[in-house]
């Protein structure tokens, strides 16, 4: 597949961005114990650097049914199309439970495991691979009704059956289940929502069919309307997010409650502002190279290497954090959601969280950048479209 540039540059700048979040999920003084769109503990700075990072997963997941699209659309043999679908799905939930799980926890005996975007978008691949035959038309006007009415579920209708809530759980809602003594499972990212997302990307591969000019208004518009309708049904309070809301100590704590919008499972008012946005970094991109969206589509070319690669080498650099400031091996703490991080006293501020944050882009942009010049001229090793 020819490599299109406006779709290399969203999604390196998403990656980018995914960065941060994670060197402040791992470094960050009070990460342990704060959430940062708690509006009665954060501060705006600290909101809008998690608030941000909310763009990523969407648009990870949206771009990757949009390149399956474009990847599968000149081969004629829909059979090997649904096998490659298939198989890459079951590579992606391997990898999830793997060197991602690995590379969250650190913990050699796996204690804890949670089911994140790899394991979203692998279950999307095979359910993709199912769905195959159909126009991607119905595909995306699936993807469109999931998104819009999905947040019609409330966790309250949970079945009390163990087998059945894990199971409605993983399609449906977020969960945390304990099966054994020594196992914690986590579903972050439950199935259903995410694979509405990714028909709609499907779908929206087509659109790479128009001529330039007419595909820059479709973006430009698309995410106008996006925006707006977030907007709209925000304010009404009513519909599209479990959390309304509300007025709080001043002005700029309302804007904040008013843009607090759900992640898990992503709410019709996180997908319309997140894709909102991305459909307008399309629009931005479309036709732009410069040094700056040369530099940021390296990152979006390697997506699952940067992936991996980014998640160890911040990890690592916590537990480097934490030597530093005079912390033991003994003093390291494993188990059920923990990093290996001690509970309290290591990390550093939010300033300097962002220095980190520019050394690990700065660290992985020569590997990034090698490794998709080998895979560019690699073309015919067919196990190099799996990273």
Excluded at 46 to 62: D, S
Excluded at 181 to 188: M, R, T, Y
Excluded at 371 to 382: E, Q, V
Aim: proline fraction near 5%; charged fraction near 15%; aromatic fraction near 16%.
């Amino acid at each position: 597949m020819k490599r299109i540039y406006s779709i290399d540059f969203t999604r390196g700048l998403v990656m980018i961005i995914m960065t941060l979040d994670h060197t402040r999920d791992f470094l960050h003084v009070n990460s342990i114990i704060q959430n940062p769109t708690d509006l009665s503990t954060t501060t705006p700075l600290l909101f809008f650097t998690r608030w941000i990072t909310h763009l990523c997963a969407p648009i990870f997941v949206f771009l990757s049914g949009l390149s399956a699209w474009l990847s599968l659309k000149n081969r004629s043999d829909a059979r090997e199309n649904r096998r490659f679908l298939f198989k890459r799905g079951i590579w992606l939930i391997i990898l999830e439970f793997s060197f991602v799980n690995f590379a969250l926890w650190m913990d050699i005996q796996f204690r804890t495991l949670i089911f994140e975007v790899i394991g979203a978008i692998g279950a999307g691949f095979i359910i993709l691979s199912l769905l195959y035959k159909f126009p991607p038309r119905i595909l995306g006007i699936t993807g469109i009704i999931i998104i819009f009415l999905h947040d019609l579920f409330s966790p309250a209708m949970l079945s009390s059956i163990p087998a059945l809530k894990f199971i409605e759980s993983l399609f449906i809602t977020n969960g945390v289940f304990q099966p054994d003594p020594h196992l914690l499972f986590i579903i972050g990212y439950p199935v259903l929502p995410w694979l509405g997302i990714m028909l709609a990307g499907f779908a929206c591969g087509r659109l790479f069919d128009y001529p330039d000019e007419v595909r820059k208004r479709i973006f430009l518009r698309t995410g106008l309307a996006a925006l707006a309708l977030f907007i709209i049904i925000r304010f009404s309070n009513i519909y599209g997010d479990p959390s309304p809301w509300l007025v709080q100590k001043d002005s700029v704590f309302t804007f904040l409650s008013f843009m607090n919008i759900t992640k898990y499972p992503p709410s019709l008012l996180f997908t319309l502002a997140t894709l909102g946005i991305m459909f307008l970094f399309l629009f931005l991109s479309e036709g732009k190279n410069n040094k700056f969206t040369q530099v940021v589509s390296v990152y979006g070319k390697t997506p699952l290497f940067y992936f991996l690669l980014h998640l160890y080498i911040i990890h690592l650099g916590m537990f480097l954090m934490v030597f530093l400031q005079g912390f033991h091996a003994k003093d390291l703490q494993f188990g059920f959601a923990k990093v290996g991080r001690p509970a309290e006293g290591s990390g550093i501020g939010l300033p300097s969280v962002y220095l980190a944050w520019l050394a690990v882009l700065i660290l992985t942009y020569p590997l990034c950048r090698r490794y998709g010049l080998y895979k560019s001229s690699h073309r015919d090793n067919k196990w190099l479209r799996y990273l």
